[in-house]
């Protein structure tokens, strides 16, 4: 029995890290500030997209 359920984590942010920050839904580093930033991480993101979507 499986106990440990893998939350998907994004991949580490590929910016300079003073526009790293937590994200907004999840709290993992991500690209956050400045440009290209986002407050929600790719996972997070992905999760709102498949959200409109329906
Ligand atoms: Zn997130």
């Given at each position: 029995m499986s106990t440990t359920a893998a939350r998907p984590v994004p991949p580490?942010?590929?910016?300079?890290p003073a526009q790293v920050g937590p994200c907004a839904?999840?709290?993992?580093?991500?690209?956050?500030?400045?440009?290209?930033?986002?407050?929600?991480?790719v996972v997070c993101l992905a999760k709102v997209e498949a959200g409109r979507a329906k």
């Open positions: 580490a942010p590929v910016c300079a839904g999840c709290g993992h580093p991500t690209h956050r500030y400045g440009l290209g930033g986002c407050p929600l991480c």
